[in-house]
C-alpha cells in the first residue's frame, strides 16, 4: 500500500537544467496509462454489446444518471491528483459530501456509515511506534545486524536488504517508510561494493511489497477487509505468501537481467561521498526497550490474535512514557496523509457501492463473458495506472469489481485479489512513486540523473511483464 509523489518529485532531484527530457517522458508515460485505462474501460463497457450483439436489445446493463455522475467524478479525481500535489482521499471525502447530499439527499451519518475506522486506526497506530522505533536508532540497530551476517560476500546485500525491507512491512511499516529508512544504507553499500544502483533499489523495494500484505501490514488488513466486505472472503495467509513469492520472482529475474546486460557490477559507483550512516555499537536501553515492544507486537497480533492497531498504539504509548521530552515529534511521525487518502477512498467507493456503480460495471464485464480475460484486464489496468496514482486508492476502487466476477465463475478469490493486488503495487519501483523517488534521491549527486533514466527503464519493464506474470501465475492456475 503507498501514496504517490506529486509530478516534480523525481525530476527535482535532478538539476533544472537536465529536467525537460524527463518531464517530456513522464507525459508519454502518461498519455500512455490513460490510453491504456480508456481502452480497458471501453472493453468493459461495450464489449459485452460488440461480442454478443443480441445482448443489447434490452437485457445489456445501462448506468443511471445517478451512477455516471459518481464515475465520471471518480475518474476526474484520479486524473487531477496525477497531475497535481494533491490527496485524492479528502477529493474523495469532499466528493462523497457532495454526492452523497446533493444528489442522493443523505445525511452525514449516512454518507460516513461506511468510514473504515479500523483501519484508520492500524494506519495510526503502527505509523506512531515505528516512525519513534526509527527515530532512537533501533531500526539502524536491525539493518546493520542484519548487513553483518553476509560477511564480505558483497552479492548478498541485495538479497539482506530485500529480506529487511520484507521484514519491516511484514511487521506493519509502510512501504515508503521501509524503503526510506534502508535507502540510504542500501545505495551507499552500493557504491561501496560497485553493484549497480538501481539493481541494489529496485532490491528493497521489491523487498517492501514482498512483505507489504502480512497480516500484521495495514495492506494487509485493507485487501482483507475489502474482499470480506464485497462478499468474497480471502485468506490472509496465502495473499502474503503469493505477494512474497511474486516479488522474490520479480528479484530473480532482475538479477538475471542485469547479469545478461553486464550491468551486475557497476563502473561508475567507485565511492559514496554522501553515506553517513552511523556505526551504532551496542544498544542502549531504550532501544532495548523498543526491540523488546516490537517482539511483544508480534506475539500479541500473531499469537493472541490482538488488534494491531490498538497493540501498537498501546506499545508506543509506553514508549513515548521513556521520552516523553520528544513526544510531540513521535506525534508528527503518524502517516495523516495515508489516512486521509484511505478514509476518503473508502468511503467514496462506498458510496459507489451504494448507488449501483459496482454491480453494474461489473454487469458490463461479465458480458465479455470470458473471466481470465476480465482478470488479465483488470490486472494491467490497475498496474499502469498505480504507476502514475496511489496504489492504494485503485485497490479500494478495483477490488469490489471483481466480487460478480468470482460469483458467477470458478476463478479463486485469493487466487484473483492477490493479482490485483500485487500488480497495484510492484510497479512502484517507477521514479514517479515515492519508492522510486526515494531511490533516486539517495543516490550520488554526480549520478543521480543517470539513475533517474534507468529506474524508469526499469519500471517500464515491470510494467509490461509483472501484471501479467501476476495474473499468469495465481489467476487461471487456481493455486490458491
Known sequence: MTTKTPEKTAPSTVSEHQSAPPKRRRRILLVTAVAITVLGLAALLF??????????????????????????????????????????????????????????????????????????LTIIGVTYFFSMAQRNGSIDIIVQSCVRMVRGK????????????????????????????????????????????????????????????????????????????????????????????LNFILSALTIVVFAFLGKLRDKHANEYDALETPRVGRPNGQQLFTLALILAILVCTLGFHMPIGFVALSAGLLLAFVNIKEHKTFIGGVSWSTVLLVAGMITYVSLLQHVGVI????????????????????????????AFASSTALLTAFIPLAGPLLATSSLSASGTVAALAIAATVVDVSPFSTDGALVVANARDSDRQRVYKQLMMYAGGVVLVAPALAWALLVPTGIM
Not at 453494474?360 to 495506472?385: F, K, S
Request: glycine fraction near 12%.
Open 47 to 120: 464489449g459485452g454489446v460488440m461480442g454478443n450483439p443480441s445482448a443489447a436489445s434490452g437485457s445489456e446493463p445501462t448506468m443511471t444518471a445517478t451512477q455516471i455522475i459518481p464515475l465520471v467524478i471518480l475518474v476526474v479525481m484520479f486524473v487531477v491528483a496525477t497531475k497535481w500535489p494533491l490527496n485524492i482521499g479528502v477529493m474523495g471525502l469532499v466528493a462523497s459530501f457532495g454526492v452523497g447530499y446533493f444528489v442522493l439527499g443523505m445525511t452525514d451519518k449516512q454518507i460516513l456509515e461506511d468510514f473504515p475506522a479500523t483501519i484508520v
Open 359 to 386: 454491480d453494474t460495471l461489473a454487469e458490463m464485464a461479465l458480458a465479455l463473458g470470458a473471466p481470465l480475460l476480465i482478470a488479465l484486464v483488470l490486472c494491467y489496468v490497475i498496474g499502469v495506472g498505480s
Open 154 to 245: 558483497t552479492m548478498l546485500l541485495p538479497w539482506v536488504f530485500f529480506l529487511m525491507a520484507a521484514g519491516l512491512t511484514a511487521l506493519g511499516t509502510f512501504s515508503p517508510a521501509a524503503v526510506a529508512l534502508l535507502a540510504p544504507a542500501a545505495l551507499g553499500l552500493a557504491y561501496e561494493s560497485r553493484i549497480h544502483p538501481v539493481l541494489m533499489g529496485a532490491f528493497v523495494i521489491n523487498g517492501a511489497h514482498a512483505g507489504g500484505f502480512s497480516p500484521l501490514s495495514v495492506a494487509g488488513v485493507l485487501v482483507h477487509d475489502i474482499a470480506h466486505k464485497n462478499g468474497f472472503p480471502i485468506d490472509q495467509g496465502a495473499l502474503f505468501l503469493a505477494s512474497f513469492a
